[in-house]
């Protein structure tokens, strides 16, 4: 999470329209137009990423899809699921992030899998069958909380 973090930084400072310094917020995210035409790969990301990335602003200034007023939340992710380079991953992350989706759930999450020692996604998911509707915020959970460690070890005890 902190190089996505690291790189969606980046990409706001070149990209991103400036602003007077508020609270720390120095740029905005940068207009789907700008994004459409970037040389995105210029932050650090693979060209297979950024091309992602601009395929999926021109999605957006095409109105192929739209984040407001979604009374279908599947027939969106598999709109953004044909998007190459977008899987189901991005789609549910995209679900939490810019839909709410309280249910939204990247089973596949590296993050995730490790936090519960599993090694699929489908582990992940069976596991996380007894959060519903509320997988979200779970998975919100487990990244804070997991740092690198298993959520199921124990505790050491101090000798």
């Keep these: ?29 940068p207009q789907p137009e700008i994004l459409a035409e970037a040389n995105v790969a210029s932050i650090g990301l693979p060209q297979a990423r950024a091309q992602t990335i601009r395929l999926f602003a021109r999605f957006v200034l095409d109105h192929n899809v739209s984040f407001e007023g979604v009374l279908n939340r599947e027939a969106l992710l598999q709109k953004l699921c044909g998007i ?24 596949g999450d590296l993050g995730l899998l490790r936090g519960f020692g599993l090694r699929n996604a489908r582990e ?36």
């Design 84 to 107: 190459p380079g977008f899987g189901r991953w991005t789609a549910q992350y995209v679900a939490m992030r810019a839909l709410g989706d309280p249910d939204a759930f990247p089973s």
């Design 1 to 29: 999470m902190q190089g996505a973090t690291t790189l969606a930084g980046r990409l706001v400072n070149k990209f991103g329209e400036a602003l007077a310094v508020r609270n720390g917020l120095k740029h905005i995210f």
């Design 124 to 159: 992940l998911e069976q596991r996380a069958e007894v959060w519903r509707p509320w997988r979200a915020y779970a998975a919100v959970y487990i990244w804070t909380r997991s740092a690198g460690k298993s959520l199921l070890s124990r505790p050491r005890q101090a000798s």
